[in-house]
């Protein structure tokens, strides 16, 4: 063997030996034909200059420990002499083959699971894309793209077998451009009379969106549940629930709540994958006109606001998950699982806390993700409500804690649209009309200032209005 510092390389010198005598032959005849073609000055010149190659084997033979010699009695039965080179040759191969089949079984692992590791395929596309970023911003964003490599949990996988039943119900329920409305629905909000039943009602009560019911689907989690959907609508889909016990009323934060977000967000995921744009609504959203003609065309990515500072393009407005467009392209399926694996990151937080806190990563620049956020003079809700009916597309229960004080505000808010398209076309405009709600619900008092400054760990996103 040939020690390589703490290392040890094992020569087959039988080997060795055949390969420098076909060295030699070749070696000498390149020789004799340069020579007869340049009269062999320079092939003579070149030729005496270089090692012969007999002499390297032989002094690696002398510097090799353990080297059999006519010193060594023992040379005859070391394992690694040219006798028994059939044998080493045996067992390198099979190590190589176990190598082999380790890996493959490694590959079909990763293959297996969407939302652990990426695949190959996605990861030169990925990397094709960062290629060519980098050469319209002149490598300026490097730093960040290799910050972003650098993250654990990172998943550029795709939908690992899409359902055929989720495939056909989308295709059903989609408009002409691909897109779908998205709402869930567990066993609490399905009862009669519950959750469920205002929000159908306020399709029908709308101002043009009892048509939009063709394309709501309504994604549920349990029989029970399920079979209250299909008696209420005609696109009910009963996903596949492993991530827990989703049939009672859920708190804001709970563990139940987190699994369902988060095993929501993973859905959407797969919908922009099949090829389907969305605009996912929680079932405590009053639809009262159309609100696709307000929506930003050329965004990929649009947010309802608990609180809207007047500016759509500003980072700094708080959203709410409960409403969101996402057109399906390759930044939005990019955005969307770079949003569920940052959650690694902020465990015991839910999708709109871990949005707030990704949303100025300068990597959703770099992948030209087009965000804006809607305005609550629209799409408003119970902590910043839309003063104007002559305006308002949707209005969201949100900053409300109970499903009894949800359901009690949101029936008084379709009286108050109900009184409102019984005026007439003059007296909406003249009476300028709004909402006697929130009662129940709404933003709190704010707390007293404390006397003292706030601790260094103060961490405001552990007060979030719902």
């Known amino acids: 063997m040939v020690k390589c510092g703490s290392e040890y390389t094992i020569v087959d010198f039988q080997w060795f030996d055949d390969c420098m005598a076909e060295s030699d032959s070749n070696r000498q005849h390149l020789i004799s034909r340069q020579d007869r073609k340049e009269g062999g000055s320079s092939s003579r010149i070149e030729g005496s200059s270089l090692p012969h190659p007999n002499s390297v084997r032989q002094t690696m033979k002398d510097n090799t420990p353990n080297s059999p010699g006519k010193n060594n009695a023992?040379?005859?039965?070391?394992?690694?002499?040219?006798?028994?080179?059939?044998?080493?040759?045996?067992?390198?191969?099979?190590?190589?083959f176990l190598a082999l089949f380790a890996v493959l079984c490694m590959f079909l692992f990763i293959s297996a699971s969407p939302f652990q590791s990426p695949t190959f395929s996605h990861l030169t596309a990925v990397s094709k894309e960062f290629e060519r970023i980098e050469r319209e911003e002149n490598g300026t964003r490097r730093d960040w793209i290799l910050e972003f490599w650098s993250m654990k949990g990172v998943d550029f996988g795709v939908l690992a077998d899409p359902d055929r039943r989720l495939e056909n119900i989308l295709k059903e329920a989609s408009m002409e451009d691909k897109t779908v409305i998205i709402t869930t629905l567990n066993d609490a909000w399905a009862e009669p009379g519950s959750i469920f039943d205002l929000f159908l009602e306020s399709f029908r009560l709308g101002n043009q969106t009892q048509r939009l019911l063709n394309h709501l689907v309504v994604i549920t989690y349990d029989q029970h549940t399920h079979g209250r959907c299909l008696a209420m609508h005609k696109y009910c889909y009963l996903a596949e629930n492993k991530e827990g016990n989703f049939t009672g009323e859920m708190f804001y934060m709970s563990p139940n709540y987190l699994q369902l977000i988060w095993g929501?967000?993973?859905?959407?995921?797969?919908?922009?994958?099949?090829?389907?744009?969305?605009?996912?609504?929680?079932?405590?959203?009053?639809?009262?006109?159309?609100?696709?003609?307000?929506?930003?065309?050329?965004?990929?990515?649009?947010?309802a606001c608990d609180f809207f500072n007047g500016n759509s393009s500003d980072i700094s407005n708080f959203p709410n998950g409960g409403f969101k467009f996402m057109r399906s392209n390759a930044r939005t399926i990019w955005f969307i699982k770079f949003w569920i694996n940052a959650r690694i990151y902020f465990p015991g937080f839910g999708e709109q806390a871990v949005f707030n806190m990704i949303k100025l990563h300068p990597l959703i620049s770099v992948m030209k993700v087009k965000i804006r956020f809607l305005s609550t003079d629209y799409f408003g809700g119970f902590c910043q409500p839309s003063r104007d009916l002559n305006q308002v597309s949707t209005m969201h229960a949100n900053c409300c804690v109970g499903i009894d004080n949800k359901i009690n505000d949101l029936k008084i808010l379709l009286e108050d649209w109900k009184k409102y398209i019984a005026l007439s076309e003059f007296d909406r405009l003249r009476f300028n009309s709004s909402w006697t709600v929130p009662q129940r619900c709404g933003m709190p008092d704010p707390p007293p200032i404390p006397a003292e400054p706030l601790p260094e760990d103060h961490n405001p996103m552990q007060n979030i209005p719902q």
């Open 74 to 96: 023992a040379g005859d039965n070391n394992p690694w002499n040219p006798g028994n080179h059939l044998s080493v040759r045996w067992v390198m191969q099979f190590t190589m």
């Open 264 to 303: 929501r967000a993973k859905f959407l995921c797969s919908v922009l994958e099949l090829g389907y744009n969305f605009l996912f609504t929680d079932t405590d959203i009053m639809w009262l006109r159309d609100p696709f003609s307000l929506l930003d065309e050329d965004a990929d990515f649009q947010i």
